[in-house]
């Protein structure tokens, strides 16, 4: 079965450098969701998308951002990195739209990030 | 404050003991439960849920979960573990009135003694 596709995989960048996570989430999923995992520590959300649209915002500094693009694909972007955004970005995806608490999130296997 | 706790960080158990993972909750109305498993270096894995219904879920991999309103808690168990197991284990809960955000647990970290 298809899963939630994330690239890539590993990244090391240098600080105030710009990267760009690519998640692809399952066929038919039209809500993304983007976390933050730190070492030791458990996810933090950071946005939501519904039908290409911002559905919810967590605790995403201002020097990221991201979108949904028309193939429901997501890209998160960050900039001017700093040596604490190291971490493992995790997407995840879900049917039905992000108003419903019944959705089951698939979460791909994460892209580590690396600011040296 | 609302919150998900998971009181153990680490649990170490011997290979076919039976497993207990703690998970308390504390919001107003029973939310939407969840059980994940993360492996090192991997994503993290729906284990198992409780929407409503029969209170004791079965999920993959041989675990379950028993939901007690009344001590607002969902335990994950396994009567018999083996090494594969291994790995971090995150309750995670959806409250009623959230725009579908997982709140999460701090994990508990299984060790297993061959």
């Known amino acids: 079965a298809a899963g939630v596709i994330q690239s890539p995989r590993h990244l090391i960048k240098e600080k105030r450098e710009t990267a760009t996570l690519k998640c692809y989430p399952i066929?038919?999923?039209?809500?993304v969701y983007w976390y933050q995992q730190g070492p030791g520590q458990d996810p933090q959300f950071l946005i939501s998308f519904y039908e290409k649209m911002q559905s919810d915002k967590g605790s995403i500094p201002d020097r990221f951002s991201a979108q949904q693009f028309s193939d429901y694909h997501s890209e998160l972007n960050m900039s001017s990195l700093e040596l604490g955004d190291s971490a493992l970005y995790f997407c995840?995806?879900?049917?039905?739209?992000?108003?419903?608490?019944?959705?089951?999130?698939?979460f791909g296997a994460g892209s580590r990030l690396t600011v040296l | 404050a609302q919150s998900v706790t998971q009181p153990d960080i680490h649990i170490t158990v011997s290979e076919g003991a039976s497993l207990e993972l703690r998970c308390n909750y504390s919001y107003g109305a029973t939310p939407y439960l969840f059980w994940y498993v993360q492996s090192p270096g991997q994503g993290l894995q729906l284990l198992l849920k409780y929407f409503s219904g029969d209170t004791l879920v079965q999920g993959i991999k041989g675990f379950e979960a028993e939901f007690k309103r009344s001590q607002s808690s969902f335990n994950l168990r396994k009567p018999s573990v083996h090494w594969s197991d291994a790995a971090e284990y995150f309750c995670?809960?959806?409250?009623?009135?959230?725009?579908?955000?997982?709140?999460w647990g701090a994990g508990t970290k299984l060790i297993i003694k061959p």
């Open positions: 995670a809960v959806v409250p009623m009135d959230s725009n579908y955000q997982l709140i």
């Open positions: 995840a995806s879900s049917p039905g739209g992000s108003s419903s608490g019944a959705n089951v999130l698939t």
């Open positions: 066929p038919r999923h039209d809500t």
